[in-house]
């Protein structure tokens, strides 16, 4: 579990309730009309852009913000360099029964002990990459799409209420209401969007650069791997994928 975006969300909603509580009472800050326009707007909006099978695959994709645990491409390089040292003693015939946690590399390795080419193989990852990152930017693109559309109605639900309050000037007890509504849209639009969509939006890119990172240190070592290169040679080559500090602390 992603410790940061749990704890960003938990403390984000203290900090709004705790604010509630210290400046009034909570009921003020519950408005049915309100949740309607914001979360059924918004949801409304989202279907129109997307097809449903999207947007349910969207939650799924959501997960990856709370649950995904991207390895840390030092363990891939690693991981790379030991079955280098066994492919140059041994063979790559060797590599097929070496236990290989993650499914891409297990794969890129059964390429390699097939005997296919290197070009082939570099075709084959790199559009299992492509249709990876394709796949991962829908979900970001909907979560965004999210983010665009709560505030706006939000704004919508001003307006109405704000409407609501001009026509019934004469009735004192109708004003209250509909300030509610017109106030309290704009909130849960402004906090739906900021403290939910696009920070699992801008999470979900993250992990997507992460992956990323890590599938094409894979290709780059199944390649090098094939063609024989010395294993410290390509720890050195996998090593530029890394930031320069981590590289220092690898060769430390």
């Known amino acids: 579990m992603d410790i940061g975006t749990v704890a960003g969300l938990v403390f984000g909603f203290i900090l709004i309730i705790t604010a509630i509580f210290l400046g009034g009472s909570i009921t003020a800050f519950i408005d049915v009309p309100s949740i309607l326009i914001v979360i059924g707007g918004t949801v409304a909006a989202t279907l129109i852009r997307f097809t449903l099978s999207d947007v349910i695959n969207s939650i799924s994709v959501a997960m990856k913000a709370f649950f995904a645990k991207t390895q840390p491409p030092e363990e891939i390089i690693q991981e790379l360099v030991t079955l280098s040292n066994i492919a ?32 082939f193989i570099e075709d ?3 559009k299992e990459i492509d249709l990876t990152l394709e796949r991962h930017g829908l979900g970001q693109n909907i979560f965004a799409a999210i983010g665009d559309a709560a505030p706006a109605f939000g704004m919508i639900g001003t307006l109405i209420g704000l409407v609501n309050m001009l026509g019934n000037m004469k ?22 969007a900021n403290l939910i969509a696009l920070p699992i939006g801008d999470k979900l890119k993250r ?36 930031p320069p500090k981590k590289r220092g602390s690898e060769e430390g």
């Open 88 to 119: 140059r003693k041994e063979g790559l015939l060797k590599l097929e029964k070496q236990p290989v946690s993650d499914p891409f590399l297990k794969k890129a390795i059964m390429y390699c002990v097939d005997g296919h080419e290197a070009e």
């Open 124 to 126: 084959v990852l790199n």
């Open 171 to 192: 009735d004192p007890a109708s004003i209250g209401p509909s300030m509610a509504v017109a106030l309290l849209t704009t909130l849960y639009g402004a906090i739906m």
């Open 207 to 242: 992990r997507s650069q992460e992956e990323e990172l890590n599938k094409k240190l894979v290709v780059e070592g199944v390649l090098g791997l094939q063609k024989g290169l010395n294993p410290r040679v390509l720890e050195e080559l996998l090593k530029t994928f890394l």
